[in-house]
């Protein structure tokens, strides 16, 4: 960088040397709950741009979901991403959350995940002589997977002779 005088012809000579690093994480999102149930957190985005800027997710554990799962940041507003955790074991685990734009760069966020073990789930047993019919309602199957589609595909095939009640 140069400061010339433009009336003597003086000047100063300054060499400058810039170096680029990783921003530092936004935070620690510390979540623990019962392992085959949710918790969640939320998180605040701001976005001061006169434009909308769509953030990409990257995140290291699959037992961590957004939602909404794309997040938009609207011009000159603030927005909540909602971080949602369901532990499939026991026990402490790490990650990152990452949400990435060539517009506002990295918001980055350490992840400190831990599983608990629940109390002994009811079994449910059926003792049922051939033709006969027995009926036991349960709403297990809908803590363990999502929506109610998922729930009727999984009684089609693993159950094909037996009724699914939310058909």
């Given at each position: 960088?140069?400061?010339?005088?433009?009336t003597?012809?003086?000047?100063?000579?300054?060499?400058?040397?810039?170096?680029?690093?990783?921003?530092?994480p936004?935070?620690?999102?510390s979540?623990?709950?019962?392992?085959?149930?949710?918790?969640s957190?939320?998180?605040?985005?701001?976005?001061?741009?006169?434009?909308?800027?769509?953030?990409?997710?990257?995140?290291?554990s699959?037992?961590?979901t957004l939602?909404?799962?794309?997040?938009?940041?609207?011009?000159g507003?603030?927005?909540e991403?909602?971080v949602?955790?369901?532990?499939?074991?026991v026990?402490?685990?790490?990650?990152s959350?990452?949400?990435?734009?060539?517009?506002?760069?990295v918001?980055?966020?350490?992840?400190?995940?831990?599983?608990?073990?629940?109390?002994?789930?009811?079994?449910?047993?059926?003792?049922?002589?051939?033709?006969?019919?027995?009926?036991?309602?349960?709403?297990?199957?809908?803590?363990?997977?999502?929506?109610?589609?998922?729930?009727?595909s999984?009684?089609?095939?693993?159950l094909p002779?037996?009724?699914?009640?939310?058909?």
């Open positions: 960088m140069t400061f010339k005088n433009e003597s012809g003086e000047y100063s000579f300054y060499e400058l040397k810039y170096t680029a690093t990783p921003p530092a936004c935070g620690t999102l979540l623990e709950c019962p392992v085959r149930t949710q918790t957190t939320k998180i605040t985005l701001t976005n001061p741009l006169a434009s909308d800027v769509t953030l990409k997710p990257s995140i290291s699959k037992q961590v939602s909404p799962e794309q997040v938009v940041l609207r011009a507003s603030t927005s991403v909602e949602q955790y369901r532990p499939l074991l026990g402490p685990s790490e990650g959350l990452k949400l990435e734009s060539a517009e506002l760069g918001f980055e966020w350490v992840l400190k995940l831990v599983g608990v073990a629940t109390n002994q789930e009811r079994t449910i047993g059926f003792s049922v002589p051939l033709g006969s019919r027995e009926t036991q309602v349960s709403k297990s199957l809908a803590v363990y997977l999502r929506g109610a589609s998922t729930v009727v999984f009684c089609r095939h693993l002779y037996m009724e699914c009640p939310l058909e």
